[in-house]
Every structure is written in structure tokens, then in C-alpha cells.
């Protein structure tokens, strides 16, 4: 397949139909010549970042919208915008392979429309762009809702969390201290290199940061479980939890299984029970443990319906990485700008509420619930944590000891960071009364 028509397929699986980037681009990678991977993944990336810019240019250079069994052509035109206003491809080879892509999408009619639009971007798109200069929607390639959410939450931050988002992601190391430490492997991985590719983390003891994204089969000891891929902020989970020897742990909805491995890395001892609804997802924990050669209970259940799965004892600790948004981590996930809509946080912040609610009779007075998010958005952090503390008298918050970001009247909110982590909340919670046993 033309990578231009894979590309235009995935975006339209995500604009039109709402699927998922990662899902899309993962259906498509095998067909199209292992040369061209790359080139799609740019494409798919690029257009979905830009999508909220590219299609007021396109809206201008349209004399009528498209119709919606043509969403194809639509997405078509959009990754060639992008290609022409940010890809070092000569505006010719742009024009002639969308032109060339018509035909296997079944739109031959639409050889014409594709190669005027783009031929007339060519020509005037400097002044089309200049007229739409001063739309924030074009300036931060950001939908209008998520813009004004985020200028009224953060007045102070909120244009640099928009061009983070905006910027790609960098590409960030875990090293497991059980099996080497963050200098060792850094030494061994610069000798195989034959450069320094490598930057240590600031916030995180065991963090390392890649000059350059690479296969993880390129980095040393990746099979046998020395590193694991993670953000710097999702890192700093574990140390929150000041975990001891032993302990009862919840991993409430844990999958990929990035800070269960953590954990488990951090005290190797911990009694570790990991949750999530998603099958699929768990067997990617599952996965991660194998690699690591780590161990821990896990169950696929719904966290709020805690008599389908709880044996009741209770924990020492919890670590509740809660579904949210994902608004801390657009750049990572740019189809968020298309998929997420501004009356979906109300609903999100209902069930992060109410899991707090379920879980927290689950905890051992005197133990320690982490609440966790990658949201940048105050409803479901700080808000949370209001309602939350409002509820229950037998919780107190704790202070959390990072120097990461900002604090707030609850937790602690970390920003996108450009080359450094992940937009992402934590709130520690202790609960009052005497222990057991």
C-alpha cells in the first residue's frame, strides 16, 4: 500500500470514526514496504497534531466542504497540507503522490480536486495563513474547548502547555536498579553506541532520556528486563508511595504495566495485587512482568465493584492511576486534539470519584493511596481531591516531595515539559486511625 494511503486511511479512522491512533497505525504498518513505516508514522502523527490548523487552511481553500463518505479524500488533502507546511519534501513529489493515492482509495474523481488544492496552497498559502494568524485555534493547533479550558485553569502556564503538546515527545528510560544502575548501563549502552546518546533525568534517580527515539531491540539488555520504556513523570509514582519491605499494594488500573513493574523494582518484596478491566491491556502487564522477572497477582475486573475481586484484607498501600483525559500527554497521543470532548471530563471526574470512594475503605489505617493522573486539567485532579476530602474525614493530605512542577492546594501538577516528561498530578492520601495487627 502507498504510505500516502495508509496515512489518509488512518486519519480518517481517527477523525471520522473514532479510533484510536496507536490501534489504526498498528493495523496499517504491515502493509505497507518497511521503508515507508517511518514515513507514515510522521504523516499520521504530524497531521492529527496539526489537524485543528491544517483544517482551517483547508476550509479556505475548499469551495465547498466535502461530503461525509468522502472523509478519505478530506484526510487525504490534510496530510498533504501537513507534508507541504512541514515536511522537507519537495512541493512537486507532495502533489503528484496524494494525486497518485486517489485512485487506490476509489476516488479517482478526486485526482483533480487534490492536485488543485494542494497546487493552490503552493500559491497563496502564505497569505492564508497570515489571515489566520491571530485564531488561536490555528496558532495552537488545539480544539476551541480544550483552549479555553486550559486558559482559564492555568492563565499563567497555559500557552506553554499548548506548545508542548505540540512538540514530539522525547523518548525516556526507566533502568531497573534490581538488575544494574542508571551509571552502569549508561556506560555500557555509550560504549555500543559510540556516542553519547544518552542524558540523565532530573527528577528521577533512574531516568534517562534518548537523544534520538530507537527500536527498543537497539537497547542493551532490553529483553532481560535492565530498562523498560516509561515518562519521567510516570516514574516518580513508586518513590510517592515510600514503599517497605513486604507490604500489601494495590495497582489499581494498572495496564501497560509501566509503574507495576516500577514498583516491584523498588521493593522487590511488596504483596503485589495489579487490576485493570482490560484484558488485552493486562496481558501487556503480563508481558512486562515476564521480561522483567517480576511477579504479581493479577485480575482483570471492574476496580469499583470491589466485591467481584477483593479478598478482604486490606492494603498498605495504593496507587490509583485513575482513567482521565490524557491531557498531559497529547504529544504522545495527538488523535486526544480529535477524540476527547470537553462534556467527556464531567464524566470522567464521576468515575475517578467514585473509585476513590471504593477504594479507599480497601487501605489499612495508616497506609497511603496515591492518585494518580495524566491530566493537566483541574476537574479531575485538584477538584477531585476537594470533593474527595469533603467525603471522607479519615483522609489527610500529604505532602508531596518532588520539586517537579507546581503545587497545588492539594497535590503537585507537572506540565509537558519540552525534552523532559509528561504533563501528569499526583495527591497523596494517608489514612487516620490506629493500624491493625
Known amino acids: 500500500?502507498?504510505?500516502?494511503?495508509?496515512?489518509?486511511?488512518?486519519?480518517?479512522?481517527?477523525?471520522?470514526?473514532?479510533?484510536?491512533?496507536?490501534?489504526?497505525?498498528?493495523?496499517?504498518?504491515?502493509?505497507?514496504?518497511?521503508?515507508?513505516?517511518?514515513?507514515?508514522?510522521?504523516?499520521?502523527?504530524g497531521t492529527l497534531r496539526e489537524y485543528p490548523a491544517l483544517s482551517q487552511i483547508l476550509d479556505r481553500l475548499l469551495d465547498k466542504p466535502l461530503k461525509g463518505k468522502d472523509s478519505e479524500v478530506h484526510a487525504l488533502l490534510l496530510c498533504g497540507l501537513y507534508q507541504l507546511k512541514h515536511m522537507r519534501i519537495p512541493a512537486h513529489a507532495?502533489?503528484?503522490?496524494?494525486?497518485?493515492?486517489?485512485?487506490?482509495?476509489?476516488?479517482?474523481?478526486?485526482?483533480?480536486?487534490?492536485?488543485?488544492?494542494?497546487?493552490?496552497?503552493?500559491?497563496?498559502?502564505?497569505?492564508?495563513?497570515?489571515?489566520?494568524?491571530?485564531?488561536?485555534?490555528?496558532?495552537?493547533?488545539?480544539?476551541?474547548?480544550?483552549?479555553?479550558?486550559?486558559?482559564?485553569?492555568?492563565?499563567?502556564?497555559?500557552?506553554?502547555?499548548?506548545?508542548a503538546n505540540n512538540r514530539q515527545a522525547p523518548m525516556t528510560l526507566r533502568v531497573n536498579r534490581q538488575r544494574t544502575t542508571r551509571a552502569a548501563w549508561l556506560a555500557g549502552a555509550e560504549s555500543?553506541?559510540?556516542?553519547?546518546?544518552?542524558?540523565?533525568?532530573?527528577?528521577?534517580?533512574?531516568?534517562?532520556?534518548?537523544?534520538?527515539?530507537?527500536?527498543v531491540s537497539e537497547l542493551p539488555g532490553f529483553d532481560d528486563g535492565q530498562v523498560s520504556v516509561q515518562d519521567e513523570a510516570a516514574q516518580l509514582a513508586a518513590p510517592l508511595l515510600d514503599l517497605r519491605p513486604g507490604q500489601r499494594v494495590l495497582d489499581a488500573c494498572c495496564a501497560p504495566g509501566g509503574k507495576t513493574g516500577h514498583l516491584l523494582e523498588t521493593e522487590t518484596t511488596i504483596d503485589l495485587l495489579a487490576i485493570?478491566?482490560?484484558?488485552?491491556?493486562?496481558?501487556?502487564?503480563?508481558?512486562?512482568?515476564?521480561?522483567?522477572?517480576?511477579?504479581?497477582?493479577?485480575?482483570?475486573?471492574?476496580?469499583?465493584?470491589?466485591?467481584?475481586?477483593?479478598?478482604?484484607?486490606?492494603?498498605?498501600?495504593?496507587?490509583?492511576?485513575?482513567?482521565?483525559?490524557?491531557?498531559?500527554?497529547?504529544?504522545?497521543?495527538?488523535?486526544?486534539?480529535?477524540?476527547?470532548?470537553?462534556?467527556?471530563?464531567?464524566?470522567?471526574?464521576?468515575?475517578?470519584?467514585?473509585?476513590?470512594?471504593?477504594l479507599w475503605p480497601l487501605l489499612q489505617a495508616g497506609g497511603k493511596l496515591l492518585y494518580a493522573t495524566c491530566s493537566v486539567l483541574p476537574q479531575e485532579n485538584d477538584e477531585i481531591m476537594e470533593k474527595?476530602?469533603?467525603?471522607?474525614?479519615?483522609?489527610?493530605?500529604?505532602?508531596?516531595?518532588?520539586?517537579a512542577g507546581i503545587a497545588t492546594r492539594f497535590g503537585r501538577q507537572l506540565f509537558p515539559a519540552p525534552e523532559g516528561h509528561d504533563g501528569f498530578y499526583f495527591a497523596l492520601l494517608q489514612k487516620q486511625g490506629a493500624q491493625s495487627g
Open 1 to 45: 500500500m502507498l504510505p500516502r494511503v495508509a496515512a489518509a486511511r488512518v486519519v480518517a479512522a481517527v477523525s471520522t470514526d473514532g479510533n484510536s491512533l496507536t490501534a489504526c497505525l498498528s493495523g496499517f504498518n504491515d502493509r505497507v514496504a518497511f521503508k515507508d513505516r517511518a514515513l507514515l508514522a510522521e504523516m499520521a502523527y
Open 94 to 163: 507532495v502533489v503528484n503522490e496524494c494525486v497518485a493515492s486517489c485512485r487506490p482509495l476509489r476516488r479517482a474523481w478526486a485526482r483533480g480536486l487534490v492536485n488543485g488544492v494542494l497546487r493552490e496552497f503552493t500559491r497563496t498559502g502564505a497569505a492564508i495563513e497570515k489571515a489566520l494568524a491571530a485564531d488561536p485555534v490555528y496558532r495552537f493547533a488545539h480544539p476551541p474547548w480544550l483552549i479555553q479550558c486550559l486558559r482559564q485553569a492555568w492563565p499563567e502556564h497555559w500557552q506553554k502547555i499548548l506548545e
Open 192 to 215: 555500543a553506541a559510540g556516542d553519547k546518546s544518552f542524558r540523565e533525568a532530573i527528577h528521577s534517580d533512574v531516568g534517562l532520556y534518548l537523544q534520538r527515539a530507537r527500536p
Open 276 to 358: 485493570d478491566n482490560d484484558a488485552r491491556r493486562m496481558a501487556k502487564v503480563q508481558d512486562n512482568l515476564d521480561r522483567l522477572q517480576l511477579s504479581a497477582k493479577t485480575v482483570v475486573a471492574d476496580v469499583i465493584r470491589t466485591g467481584d475481586w477483593w479478598d478482604g484484607r486490606v492494603f498498605d498501600r495504593i496507587l490509583l492511576d485513575a482513567p482521565c483525559s490524557a491531557t498531559g500527554v497529547i504529544r504522545r497521543h495527538p488523535d486526544i486534539k480529535l477524540l476527547r470532548r470537553q462534556d467527556d471530563i464531567d464524566k470522567l471526574a464521576e468515575r475517578q470519584l467514585a473509585m476513590l470512594k471504593a
Open 388 to 403: 474527595f476530602l469533603h467525603l471522607e474525614t479519615s483522609a489527610s493530605r500529604q505532602a508531596i516531595a518532588l520539586n
